[in-house]
């Protein structure tokens, strides 16, 4: 650190835990990034008072002591932007892990799994030639703006278009552009010219995680967010753009659910991030991703090549799950920005808050409800803001969106929780996840009494566009799925023989809508997804055979009564046949003989249905 200015350097004063309190910083702004003690651990100032600032270390402050050197960077902490995000497993502060494993192996064997402290490694891969082509109808002499595309990057063979964006805030005339080749990402391929100065522009951009990036405006999501799983698409569905939250006690199946979105929903790039969880379930994600295929255009497809992973289990530094949050949602807009729609996933907010909580506490800052600082809530409403759907800035004309899912552990999966509470009064979607629901092994665990989505208005035409009568299918749904509360109470109190036939078949179908429908099993061949046809399928054989339960027991007369029991002993093929609807397997090749098979079975049904009022 000798050729640095000592105006520059700081000292320590105090080390508490992920804080470190330094003295001699005046002139360092909030919110920039320092380099803590000799081996320049990574930090962020969270708070300056007079030449004093506090500054959350993102790395294991052990070792340091007072008097050991603050070194100011004079820039907020940021991300790099640019082709090779994708397929790359990051820490919470952009560090490519394997990069940083790689190198230390090389040097030492034995040091190998342990991330020393201070490292440097770039955030993108410096070495690596990308195809680069610059885009049709942009040339040398054209005025352009922040957001103009000008060029395509060939990412992977799922993510083809990596398309370059003149920075959000730049402008010019452009005065240079690259032919088609292959550059590293440093190579200048973009000189603009704005009165007089030239700047040239590469392949990747910087961006400060804390600032939303910029877009030309927000709309309202009208597409759903189809996640394959049948009772969030049926019942509770997102929209691209939305923004959504899983809470759940311990166990209940929020990491299964942001898995399988991240595997199998409509989104054309994923950012998981895993917040303050156990380092099992990452190790889960690490293990498995890499080896996932996906069916695309009849193609299949690495998981990876649309994901981007960022890791910050329970046992990194607490201060980093913040960064961690606010580097996955930066690159989520950035991919936005190109057109794309994003999700993000966040497992777990809860971690983060409780981070907050534990720095704001060695802040000595006034605590609200259960400890938490008193800005937790507007945090978390800062960062479900940075969903939606939005016309991207600069020409073309498109249009991107993030969705964001963040699942909460709330403890002992008490839902009154300050996290829970905050969390719902931000986000529109709420899949609540019931513990008696996973310990009877009904998966996924999802609440259907509790849980609600907002955007039903708005999807409701995409539905019924789609598939004829989903809407009225699914308020069937509800209806049954309601009924059988009430009726299930009655039954307690009174008994089983005291039900009309009418409200026998409800209970009935309710049960089938329960067992065969709402529960789907992550891990099986035939359920790890379920295409929205499969589901619409699924729920208009279930609904066509409530409705003519109903019916001919509504149409039969007083002497030959017609009751559940007959109809089930008539119909036993079909009502077997309802629990091995979900077994079809869900691929897009089987599409069209598993739509022939739902038509064949509501027929047969139908055939039974006037066999037995012939019979009567
Ligand atoms: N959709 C599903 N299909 C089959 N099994 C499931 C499903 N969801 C959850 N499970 C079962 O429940 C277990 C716990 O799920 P998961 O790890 O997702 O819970 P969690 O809510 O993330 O728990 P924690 O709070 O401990 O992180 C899984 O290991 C799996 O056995
Ligand atoms: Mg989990």
């Given at each position: 650190m000798e050729d640095i200015k000592e105006a520059e350097i700081g000292k320590i004063l105090k080390v508490a835990g992920p804080l470190v309190i330094a003295e001699k910083m005046s002139g360092a702004f909030m919110q920039e990034l320092v380099k803590v003690g000799w081996d320049k651990s990574v930090g962020e100032i969270i708070k300056l008072d007079k030449d004093t600032a506090a500054i959350q270390c993102y790395e294991d402050t052990s070792g340091l002591t007072i008097g050991d050197p603050i070194l100011r960077t004079k820039a907020a902490l940021s991300v790099e932007l640019g082709p090779g995000i994708l397929t790359t497993i990051y820490d919470g502060i952009q560090r490519p892990l394997e990069v940083i494993y790689n190198g230390i192996k090389a040097r030492n064997p034995a040091e190998a799994p342990y991330v020393p402290k201070g490292v440097e490694v770039p955030c993108l891969d410096r070495s690596k030639h990308w195809e680069y082509n610059p885009a049709k109808g942009v040339k040398i002499g054209d005025h352009v703006t922040g957001g103009q595309i000008y060029g395509i990057v060939h990412e992977n063979s799922m993510f083809k278009e990596h398309r370059m964006m003149v920075p959000p805030h730049a402008k010019g005339t452009i005065v240079e552009m690259a032919p088609y080749g292959n550059y590293n990402i440093e190579t200048p391929i973009l000189t603009l010219e704005y009165e007089g100065i030239q700047t040239k522009y590469n392949m990747f951009q910087k961006w400060?995680?804390?600032?939303?990036?910029?877009?030309?405006?927000?709309?309202?999501?009208?597409?759903?967010?189809?996640?394959?799983?049948?009772?969030?698409?049926?019942?509770?569905p997102s929209v691209l753009g939305g923004t959504c939250c899983i809470p759940g006690a311990f166990g209940c199946g929020k990491t299964c659910i942001s898995q399988a979105l991240s595997k199998y929903s409509n989104s054309d790039g994923i950012i998981y991030v895993g917040c303050g969880e156990r380092g099992n379930e990452m190790a889960e994600v690490l293990a498995e991703f890499p080896d996932l295929k996906i069916e695309v255009d009849g193609k299949l497809v690495g998981v990876m090549e649309r994901t981007c992973l960022v890791a910050n289990t329970s046992n990194m530094p607490?201060?980093?799950?913040?960064?961690?949050?606010?580097?996955?949602?930066?690159?989520?807009?950035?991919?936005?920005?190109?057109?794309?729609?994003?999700?993000?996933?966040?497992?777990?907010?809860?971690?983060?808050?409780?981070?907050?909580?534990?720095?704001?506490?060695?802040?000595?800052?006034?605590?609200?409800?259960?400890?938490?600082?008193?800005?937790?809530?507007?945090?978390?409403?800062?960062?479900?803001?940075?969903?939606?759907?939005?016309?991207?800035?600069?020409?073309?004309?498109?249009?991107?969106?993030?969705?964001?899912?963040?699942a909460v552990s709330p403890p002992g999966g008490d839902f009154t929780d300050p996290v829970t509470t905050s969390t719902l009064n931000i986000v529109?979607?709420?899949?609540?996840?019931?513990?008696?629901?996973?310990?009877?092994?009904?998966?996924?665990?999802?609440?259907?009494?509790?849980?609600?989505?907002?955007?039903?208005?708005?999807?409701?035409?995409?539905?019924d566009d789609a598939f004829d009568g989903f809407n009225s299918r699914k308020e069937k749904f509800f209806y049954i799925l309601q009924e059988e509360g009430v009726?299930?109470?009655?039954?307690?109190?009174?008994?089983?023989?005291?039900?009309?036939?009418?409200?026998?078949?409800?209970?009935?179908?309710?049960q089938y809508i329960k067992d065969e429908f709402l529960q789907q099993n992550a891990f099986s061949d035939h359920d790890y997804t379920c295409p929205l046809w499969k589901t619409n399928g699924m729920m208009r054989i279930i609904a066509h055979m409530y409705d003519c339960c109903q019916k001919a027991v509504a149409e039969s007369d007083k002497d030959s009564k017609m009751t559940l029991d007959i109809i089930k002993t008539a119909l036993s093929e079909e009502f077997h046949e309802m629990t091995q609807m979900k077994f079809k397997i869900p691929k897009e090749a089987l599409r069209e003989s598993t739509l022939e098979y739902f038509d064949?079975?509501?027929?047969?049904?139908?055939?039974?249905?006037?066999?037995?009022?012939a019979k009567m």
């Open positions: 400060p995680v804390r600032k939303p990036r910029p877009c030309a405006d927000k709309l309202a999501g009208n597409k759903p967010l189809l996640t394959g799983q049948r009772v969030l698409d049926a019942l509770y607490v201060a980093a799950r913040e960064a961690s949050i606010y580097t996955g949602i930066t690159l989520a807009e950035y991919f936005r920005d190109m057109g794309y729609n994003m999700s993000m996933m966040a497992d777990s907010t809860s971690r983060w808050a409780e981070a907050l909580r534990e720095i704001s506490g060695r802040l000595a800052e006034m605590p609200a409800e259960q400890g938490y600082p008193a800005y937790m809530p507007s945090r978390l409403a800062e960062f479900y803001e940075r969903a939606g759907r939005v016309v991207c800035l600069g020409s073309p004309h498109r249009e991107g969106s993030v969705s964001i899912v963040g529109q979607v709420f899949w609540g996840l019931d513990k008696a629901l996973a310990q009877r092994k009904h998966f996924p665990s999802v609440d259907w009494t509790r849980s609600y989505s907002k955007y039903k208005d708005q999807l409701a035409s995409y539905f009726l299930n109470e009655t039954v307690r109190l009174v008994g089983k023989d005291s039900l009309s036939e009418d409200q026998k078949i409800v209970l009935a179908i309710a064949n079975l509501c027929n047969q049904i139908d055939t039974k249905f006037r066999n037995l009022k």
